[in-house]
């Protein structure tokens, strides 16, 4: 069974830029979460994609949307880059939307917006 | 809104001492909490859960919903247990969906 997996492993970007970063999920998962986990700081979710919808989404800007394919891989895509967006990013997915399903979480891409 | 509380940033214990780390949330209404790990170098992964009532790897966790409180508990801490510890709250959101909320974290350093 292939685990979670997220790409690019780190990045560099200039403020006002726009990136997009990219998770598989595990097999047989089809829903698909989004943290943000800043310097010294738990995860902060940030959205949640369930069979191609965004069903959840925490105190995160418009400038932070995401997709989920048909496969239930997903982007997370943020416009307009800003100093703090500089963060290690995490997906995390699951065989449902509910909390009794176990999250398995990626190894995160690192971002730094300079 | 939800809130998960972890006051100590930093635990060191020699082998074989008990350890807890401390966990105190705030949520209206009936959370489900979560204990996860993070190894050195290695991804973060859940360690239990208060609605299994499983003891993994020696580490128990009692829900306390009078005190709000979340306590993971060793008796005899391992030089292997040295990792970062999250403790983490589940709420319905609004869509009725949850949502994980974290703390920020206890680094537990088990030394020899």
């Known amino acids: 069974e292939t685990g979670v997996t997220q790409s690019p492993t780190h990045l560099i970007k200039t403020r006002g830029q726009q990136v997009t970063l990219r998770c598989s999920s595990q097999s047989g998962h089809n829903t698909v979460s989004w943290y943000q986990q800043a310097l010294g700081q738990g995860p902060q979710f940030i959205f949640q994609?369930?069979?191609?919808?965004?069903?959840g989404r925490g105190n995160f800007p418009p400038r932070f949307s995401g997709l989920q394919f048909p496969n239930y891989s997903s982007e997370l895509n943020v416009n307009a880059l800003e100093l703090d967006d500089s963060a290690l990013y995490l997906c995390a997915s699951s065989k449902g939307a509910t909390a009794s399903y176990e999250q398995y979480f990626g190894p995160g891409t690192r971002l730094t917006v300079t | 809104a939800q809130r998960v509380t972890q006051p100590e940033k930093l635990l060191s214990v020699f082998k074989g001492a008990p350890v807890e780390l401390k966990c105190n949330y705030s949520?209206?209404?009936?959370?489900?909490l979560f204990w996860y790990v993070q190894y050195s170098r290695q991804r973060l992964q859940l360690l239990l859960r208060?609605?299994s009532r499983e003891s993994i790897k020696g580490f128990t966790a009692d829900l306390n919903k009078g005190e709000t409180s979340f306590h993971l508990k060793k008796p005899f801490a391992q030089e292997e247990d040295s990792a970062m510890y999250y403790c983490a709250l589940s709420g319905r959101a609004n869509s009725g969906y949850s949502t994980l909320t974290f703390g920020k974290g206890t680094m537990l350093l088990v030394s020899p």
């Open positions: 208060h609605i």
């Open positions: 949520y209206s209404g009936s959370p489900e």
């Open positions: 994609y369930y069979r191609e919808e965004e069903n």
